[in-house]
C-alpha cells in the first residue's frame, strides 16, 4: 500500500482561509439575526450588528458593551461579514505571495462563525455567497434530516456551476480552485 501523498500535493503551498474573517467582498450578504439564532441558548443582544473591518479585536463593539458581559461572554455573536466574494477578490494577491493551494475552515451553512455545528452538510453557508434569503428558502423546503450525499437538492446561488469548484471530496473543510476540481 502506497501512503506517499500525491505529487501535486507534496508541490502546493497551504495557505488556510477562514472565510468569515477574512474578507468581506460583498455586504449585500452579510449575516443578520436571523443567520445565526440557535447557535446558542442566550438571547441575542439588543442592537446587534455586523463588526467593522479593522475593529480593535478586544474592545467590545456597542452592543456588546451594552449587554454588561465581558469580551468572553460576547464574542461568540461577533460576525465580520467575510464571504466566498472576498476570496475570490484576493486570489491574485493570494497567487502573489506564492499560494498555489488554499485549505477553506469548513463553509457548511451554519449559526455559528466557525460553521462546525452545520445545520445543513450540503450547502455552503447562506452568507458566504450571493443570495442568503434565497438559499436559506432551498435549504428549509428540503427538510432532510441527514446528510446523504444527493438526495433531493437543489444547489443554491453559492454551489452553483458559476462559482469556483471546492474541492476535497465534499461539504466542509475544502480547497477551492479557479475552474477545476482535484479530486
Excluded at 452545520?118 to 458566504?128: G, T
Aim: aromatic share 12%; charged share 20%; hydrophobic share 30%.
Amino acid at each position: 500500500m502506497n501512503l506517499a501523498p500525491p505529487k501535486w500535493a507534496q508541490e502546493v503551498i497551504w495557505y488556510q482561509i477562514f472565510p468569515e474573517r477574512f474578507r468581506n467582498g460583498d455586504p449585500s450578504n452579510d449575516p443578520t439575526l436571523s443567520d445565526i439564532k440557535d447557535f446558542t441558548p442566550d438571547p441575542a443582544p439588543a442592537h446587534w450588528a455586523v463588526t467593522p473591518w479593522g475593529w480593535d479585536w478586544y474592545k467590545q463593539e456597542p452592543w456588546a458593551a451594552a449587554t454588561g458581559k465581558d469580551f468572553y461572554g460576547t464574542i461568540q455573536w461577533r460576525r465580520y461579514g467575510g464571504d466566498l466574494q472576498g476570496v475570490l477578490d484576493k486570489l491574485d494577491y493570494l497567487q502573489s505571495l506564492g499560494v498555489t493551494g488554499i485549505y477553506l475552515n469548513p463553509i457548511n451553512d451554519s449559526p455559528s462563525l466557525h460553521k462546525y455545528d452545520a445545520r445543513s452538510y450540503a450547502h455552503v453557508d447562506r452568507n458566504f455567497g450571493p443570495d442568503p434569503r434565497g438559499d436559506a428558502e432551498i435549504i428549509a423546503r428540503e427538510d432532510i434530516p441527514a446528510p446523504t450525499p444527493g438526495a433531493g437538492r437543489r444547489r443554491t446561488a453559492c454551489s452553483s456551476s458559476s462559482w469556483p469548484r471546492c474541492t476535497g471530496g465534499g461539504c466542509g473543510s475544502s480547497s477551492i480552485t479557479r475552474g477545476t476540481t482535484r479530486g
